[in-house]
């Protein structure tokens, strides 16, 4: 009976094993196919039939699109605004946070069931409210434009909270009748404890930042001034119809946000087991 069910949990994780190999490989097939493409010669991206591998390997197309196009200033956009963007949403998010969870003030309730109704409108319902206030700020076609009407996430608030929830009061009231203040009990208990949480909540921020296409497109309209997932709409313009630098546009613009990915990996599993209650 016991090798019985030994063989049927070999069995199923054998299956799964399977199951995970198989999807991975569909994930990684677009991506594999767009590194081959942009490995190669622009007259071979044509070629019929199509071959997985390069028959000429080369970096020619990479060479071209960081030396006579504009993805360099595009990544810099990109940079800038993405990391403004999860500087300020988390900045506000915990401050925001602290407050609904920990201090106690007339409409608290109130004023965090408001900040949640932010939930209930898809983006693209107030674009041209957000449009109007950015053109009375003066602020189209700015870094700014593209960076203000995101950093104000309700979520990464409701997140916070329950997180600043879940940690005993005592901490804080201790450190209050040690004479802390708010801020050294925010920053110097909640934070730290909470790191995990923030990482991840980061992560999470700056890869929406740097893949948001339809606000950048709609407030930008200088080449030199958008961001990378805007940019690589103007590669077929700026080149024509050239596959290999289409690709290696691509997967230059899309390498920060896998490498910043990879590093923080493990942060951000932790962060979303502690936010579950896994861990």
């Given amino acids: 009976m016991e090798s019985e069910s030994r063989f049927a949990d070999w069995g199923w994780a054998t299956a799964a094993l399977l199951l995970t190999a198989v999807l991975a490989a569909l994930w990684m097939a677009p991506l594999l196919w767009a590194l081959s493409t942009s490995l190669r010669p622009e007259e071979e991206t044509v070629l019929q039939p199509m071959r997985w591998l390069p028959q000429d390997w080369t970096l020619g197309a990479f060479t071209k699109v960081l030396s006579v196009g504009n993805l360099p200033t595009w990544m810099f956009n990109s940079i800038i605004t993405s990391?403004?963007?999860?500087?300020?949403?988390?900045?506000?998010?915990?401050?925001?946070?602290?407050?609904?969870?920990?201090?106690?003030?007339?409409?608290?309730?109130?004023?965090?069931?408001?900040a949640m109704v932010?939930?209930?409108?898809?983006?693209?319902?107030?674009?041209?409210?957000?449009?109007?206030?950015?053109?009375?700020?003066?602020?189209?076609?700015?870094?700014?434009?593209?960076?203000?009407?995101?950093?104000?996430?309700?979520?990464?608030?409701?997140?916070?909270?329950?997180?600043?929830?879940?940690?005993?009061?005592?901490?804080?009231?201790?450190?209050?009748?040690?004479?802390?203040?708010?801020?050294?009990?925010?920053?110097?208990?909640?934070?730290?404890?909470?790191?995990?949480?923030?990482?991840?909540?980061?992560?999470?921020?700056?890869?929406?930042?740097?893949?948001?296409?339809l606000w950048p497109f709609i407030v930008i309209t200088s080449p030199h001034m958008m961001t990378v997932p805007v940019g690589l709409t103007q590669i077929q313009d700026a080149f024509g119809v050239r596959y290999a630098q289409t690709m290696a546009a691509a997967l230059l613009g899309g390498a920060p946000v896998a490498i910043a990915y990879l590093l923080f990996q493990r942060r951000v599993t932790h962060g979303f087991l502690a936010a579950t209650g896994l861990k």
Wanted: proline share 5%.
């Fill in 118 to 213: 932010g939930v209930m409108f898809p983006f693209e319902a107030l674009l041209i409210p957000l449009f109007r206030l950015m053109h009375q700020l003066g602020a189209i076609d700015t870094l700014a434009g593209i960076v203000l009407p995101q950093i104000v996430s309700p979520m990464a608030i409701y997140v916070f909270r329950g997180f600043f929830d879940a940690i005993p009061r005592d901490f804080r009231e201790s450190a209050m009748m040690e004479g802390a203040s708010e801020w050294q009990v925010l920053w110097h208990i909640f934070v730290p404890i909470s790191k995990n949480i923030l990482w991840a909540m980061a992560i999470i921020v700056f890869i929406g930042a740097w893949n948001n296409f």
């Fill in 83 to 114: 990391v403004a963007v999860t500087v300020l949403t988390v900045a506000i998010s915990v401050l925001a946070a602290y407050a609904f969870s920990q201090l106690k003030f007339r409409g608290r309730d109130g004023f965090f069931l408001l």
